[in-house]
């Protein structure tokens, strides 16, 4: 059994910001994104996936903003594109796909409560984490638990993570919390890059395990002395940074494996469908559960 776990919100901006959403009339400007995702997921389903979870930011604000000021905000947003939440989540619910709308917490938490609920499941060959956020990385667990991008099809286990970001999974938070992250709005701490962080982190894995002084580091990095400098002086914001950075697995996602099996679209898909302007979702959605249900009485 493969799990599916989807980032509702990162896939309606990705639809949002398509060229060709501009040029697409058959459906409505304010609900164009997310046809565009519904009919993504309508097509994993064709595609072969029996369990599927979206998780989505209801709100953006979560508990982080409390925590840091400059945490992101829904501030700036295409109205045009905010304005299609709540939709997104009502018309995946119509496919019949479970959806988590989150409102303290955030979609990445979401995810990463799904897909420790998953991988714990004895039944579960794997759980894939359809989106390229980086903050997913620190979920991915060997080959059991992985990273797709949907868009370019890479497929990142932890091999991959540590290939790419020089650490493992395990310490992404740590290496988010000395880098930082822009599109969360914390700026991670001065001087500090993706390499100079990689390669301290692939030795000592968590801020806590970094000595004091540069000179017991045993990395070769220039301008370790100035680096220990700014992480002693700054070791108490680095710590709030990765708490910023660690994603919840205790997110409210009330589910289990079971409930992640698709079984066919509600009754009111039908209302959508019409509404996104395409009315053969409909009946491409009701084609599917009836060839499953067949196979299952086979």
Known sequence: MLVHLIDGTFELFRYFM??????????????????????????????????V???TDHVIESFRNALWPGYKTGEGIDPLLYGQFQPLEEALSALGVVVWPMV??????????????????????QV???????D??????????????RRTRELRNESGVRAKFGVS???????????GDTADGYPGLPGWGARSAATVLARYPHLEDIPARAAEWAVALRG??????????????????????????????DADVNALRWRGPRDDFATWSERLGTPPLRARAEKLAAARAAAARA
Do not use: N, Y
């Open 224 to 253: 370790a002395a100035r680096l220990a400098e700014t992480l002693a002086g700054q070791r108490k914001l680095a710590l709030l940074f990765r708490v910023l950075a660690v994603l919840r697995t205790d997110a409210p996602i």
């Open 136 to 149: 997913l990385t620190q979920c991915v667990r060997g080959d059991r638990v992985v990273q797709l991008d």
């Open 104 to 125: 303290e917490f955030e979609a990445d938490d979401a995810m990463a409560a799904a897909a420790a609920m998953a991988s714990a499941d004895p039944r579960v060959e």
């Open 128 to 134: 894939i984490l359809c989106t390229p956020d980086k």
């Open 53 to 55: 979870g979206v998780a």
């Open 18 to 51: 398509s060229p060709s959403a501009a040029f697409d009339r058959s459906a409505p400007a304010e609900l164009r994104a997310v046809r565009g995702v519904v009919a993504s997921v309508l097509g994993m389903l064709e595609g072969g996936a029996t369990h």
């Open 169 to 179: 999974p395990t310490s992404i938070p740590d290496w988010l919390a000395l880098v």
